[in-house]
């Protein structure tokens, strides 16, 4: 007890003191509450947007719709493509789907390879119009679906990737399976 004060005055400055201290958290409580809703805002926004480019944009095995790329003439050969693993390749649909796929050349032309479930084998069918991307520029072709002569470029999908990625390629079907559950596209000039 204080000097001078009674035992009820110093309960009355205490309940003031809680007062005081309960009505001060109370504002640190509503500030608080203020500025974690204004997190809570920015975080919804930063998450609505993450998932916005994952959605638009392919990422690893996940399909995007944005292809990207300047528009760019086709050149007069591809030159090698030995040391190209990916490229990206825009189906059209009513929602383009793109995707990173692997790219081989057989015979100077570039072929691409998929599984016959795959949603962008399934909404390119027996071929049709596509757009890839190598690097910084992107291309209008053709993929035409082959049905004959196709054992080459899975040949050549294999020698060209086996070193790299010794599992995957390990994990591509026989070639008589491979006849039915594969889709072999060769890309021209569109």
Known sequence: MKEGRSHWANSIHFKQS???SCRSATALNRKKRVYDEGNED???ILLAGLVLLA???PLGPMPGIFIGGTPSELPESWGSTADIH?????????LPR???IWVV?????????GSNSSGWVQMLGDGGSVRMRMGDKTYSLAASLLTTNWEPVLEAYGNKYRMDYPD???GFPA???AALTTAVFRLTGG
């Open 18 to 20: 809680v007062s005081l």
């Open 42 to 44: 920015k975080c919804f």
């Open 55 to 57: 959605w638009i944009t």
């Open 86 to 94: 990916e490229i990206k390749l825009e189906v059209q649909g009513s």
């Open 98 to 100: 793109v995707v990173i």
């Open 105 to 113: 050349q057989v015979d100077g032309s570039l072929h691409i390879v």
């Open 168 to 170: 995957i390629v390990g």
């Open 175 to 177: 070639m008589e399976e």
